[in-house]
């Protein structure tokens, strides 16, 4: 029984219960750091480690939170958690902090992050909040990082920084500007809703 | 009896729960601030000088130490930093840290001249905020290194056809990005003769 309540725990936000193309969380971030595939992963590290952690550190204190204040300490909890990544980031990958200074500021207004806090964290025990927590930051990472992967390679002809495509390719600027993000996203939420979760339901 | 436990209840435990909260985040990250202060300041002064020896057009190793070494081998600061000079084989640099709008922010960067002050020995990116994968290209090696050896002022043309001394490659899908960009590098040449030579 436990364990199929770890495992569920576990799989829903990997796809039934994606935050990003079921629940339609996160698109903020989604639209603004997927035109690259580097800035992509730092920010899904981030979100990961921040939703885990603050899952985990609501659910401790979940009995103790007085509920009208709750959403404050929320905020103050997962704000900390930001913070610490920032400062980790600056001191010891002061390039990549560089180039992802304002991004990791934006982790702190994920609604992902206090949408499985509101949602799980506060009635569920630290260790499954911990695996929600990350399991909803996975859930969120794969869909970015395969959006990122059409916008940069279509976009800019190269992944990860390195040339892919040779100089034939006419790099489509659209891709890696803000409506880029609103086309990809909006078909990989009809292709992924067209096929997958249509199987699921018949 | 119950009135006053309801009132601790609902005014003075949420306070003291806030409070105590507040206190213990505030020490974690100010813990760690200061514990890493000493490398980020760190970090921040050996990008600078990076900056610097780039703009300069000086060989360095690519590390820490290597750049501080450089640094002190070859470079004099001015005046109490609005300018630096290198000495090197083809002649006095001077590098001028400059700064202008960009497209969304301001754009810092580090300007090198030769003794002339008009033609670049180099550039260097200090901080920018342009659009990733756009304007944010003007950091990628092959925009700054194509200034070295130019005369300013210059004139943008399209990606990839430059070719006389004073023209330099536009970002294709970021024309304001390049525009403010030219304005800035053509500003260098007269503030510097304004600031070292005061003309």
């Known amino acids: ?202 | 009896m119950i009135k006053q436990a309801t009132f601790y209840k609902k005014r003075i435990y949420p306070l003291l729960f806030m409070f105590l909260v507040t206190v213990i985040c505030i020490l974690i990250t100010s813990g760690l601030f200061l514990s890493t202060q000493e490398r980020a300041t760190a970090n921040e002064l050996s990008f600078t000088r990076r900056a610097i020896l780039d703009a300069g057009g000086l060989e360095y190793t690519p590390t820490t130490e290597g750049i501080e070494k450089t640094y002190k081998e070859k470079v004099q600061v001015e005046d109490g930093g609005t300018y630096y000079t290198a000495e090197t084989a083809e002649g006095k640099r001077y590098i001028l840290p400059m700064q202008g709008p960009g497209l969304w922010g301001t754009i810092a960067i580090m300007v090198g001249l030769e003794e002339d002050l008009t033609t670049f020995s180099g550039l260097a990116i200090v901080s920018q905020n342009e659009t990733p994968g756009l304007g944010g290209r003007i950091e990628e090696p092959w925009f700054t290194q194509q200034f070295q050896g130019k005369k300013s002022p210059f004139t943008l043309v399209n990606e990839g056809t430059a070719d006389a001394p004073n023209e330099v490659d536009a970002i294709t899908g970021a024309t304001r990005t390049s525009e403010y960009f030219r304005n800035l590098t053509n500003r260098a040449s007269t503030d510097a003769k304004r600031i070292i030579r005061g003309e």
């Open chain 1, 1 to 202: 029984m436990a364990k199929s309540k770890l495992r569920k725990t576990f799989l829903e936000p990997l796809g039934k219960n994606n935050p990003v193309f079921v629940q339609i969380l996160g698109i903020c971030s989604t639209l603004a750091v997927t035109n690259k595939l580097q800035n992509t992963m730092v920010m899904v590290l981030g979100v990961m480690f921040t939703t885990a952690l603050s899952s985990w550190t609501i659910s401790l204190l979940r009995n103790h939170i007085p509920s009208r204040i709750r959403m404050m300490v929320e905020t103050m909890v997962i704000a900390t958690f930001v913070i610490i990544v920032d400062i980790v980031l600056k001191a010891f990958y002061p390039e990549m902090w560089k180039q992802l200074g304002p991004y990791v500021g934006l982790i702190i207004t994920n609604c992902i992050i206090m949408g499985r806090i509101e949602a799980f964290a506060l009635q569920n025990k630290p260790f499954l909040s911990l695996v929600d927590g990350l399991a909803s930051g996975l859930g969120y990472a794969y869909v970015l990082l395969a959006i990122a992967f059409f916008r940069e390679l279509l976009g800019t002809g190269s992944l990860w920084g390195y040339q892919i495509l040779g100089s034939w390719w006419t790099n489509w600027s659209i891709m890696i500007m803000p409506p880029g993000g609103f086309f990809v996203l909006a078909i990989f939420i009809w292709v992924i809703r067209e096929t997958i979760m249509k199987e699921e339901k018949a």
